[in-house]
């Protein structure tokens, strides 16, 4: 084995500021603190809101996109949870589902749960996809829809009175989401 070099001697650490035991105090500029003004104007309590954020976009090939933004909060007056349901439609008219807000619809949300052209389908099965339309139709009986709602899209409204929205799918049973917020 050889020799093991001598390590070379370390200088001395410098010696560290003793710490007090006193807290800090501010050094402040202010001489007489009766002029320091605070702002004692309470808080306002928190309400209940809805927020809504949402884009779109159009683009044709070979140019920018163009987008329409719509953002806004709004306060509502009931403190009741929202209903929210995933739910099975069929080709006959039924009245939508309002659940414990029917006197107290604020906003209404579907979105159709079918996925357009996902990667595999074959012909037939994006033919049958795309048929997959939730109508609206806003008044008894409707024999005609108001609104359309295609595989993967959404809407919201605000009905006038809850008794007259109808909903049906167009072709064979589609899944759909459904939130709705309180007034």
């Known amino acids: ?43 306002p309590e928190p ?55 029917k006197e107290d619809v604020g906003m209404v949300c579907i979105r159709n749960e079918a996925k357009p052209n996902r990667r595999g389908q074959t012909e037939e099965e994006k033919e049958a996809t795309s048929k997959q339309i939730i109508q609206v139709g806003f008044r008894t009986n409707p024999d005609q829809p108001d609104i359309e709602v295609f595989p993967g899209e959404s809407i919201r409204f605000r009905p006038y009175d809850h008794r007259f929205v109808y909903l049906r799918s167009l072709s064979g049973v589609i899944r759909y989401s459904l939130f709705i917020v309180p007034r």
């Open 47 to 101: 309400t209940p809101r809805i927020t809504v954020v949402e884009t779109i976009y159009h683009q044709l090939p070979d140019d920018n996109p163009s987008e329409f933004h719509c953002r806004f909060s709004q306060e509502i007056t009931s403190e009741e949870d929202p209903y929210q349901r995933k739910k099975k439609l069929g080709e006959k008219w039924e009245p939508l589902d309002f659940g414990w807000l």
């Open 1 to 43: 084995m050889g020799d093991i070099p001598e390590l070379p001697e370390l200088p001395e650490l410098p010696e560290l500021p003793e710490i007090s035991e006193e807290p800090d105090v501010l050094d402040t500029d202010v001489d007489d603190l009766e002029s320091v003004t605070f702002d004692s104007t309470p808080k």
